[in-house]
C-alpha cells in the first residue's frame, strides 16, 4: 500500500488535472479531500498503519 504521502501526492495531482474547471464537482471533491488529508496527515498516518495491519493478517 502507498504511504501517506504518496497518496497524498496523487490527490495533488490529480486535483492538477481537473483545475482548469474549478467549480467541477471532481475538482472540489479532490481539492478538499487534499486539503482534508493535509490538514490531519497523523490521522491519516494512523489510519494507513491500521488498514495496512489488516490486510497482513
Known sequence: MPTADQLLAK???LRKDYAD???DETY???HH????V???MGEFRTYL???N???ES
Not at 479531500?33 to 482534508?36: E, G
Open 49 to 51: 498503519d491500521a488498514e
Open 33 to 36: 479531500a487534499f486539503l482534508f
Open 38 to 40: 493535509s490538514y490531519k
Open 53 to 55: 495491519k489488516k490486510a
Open 11 to 13: 490527490l495533488y495531482a
Open 21 to 23: 474547471d474549478p467549480e
Open 28 to 30: 472540489l471533491a479532490l
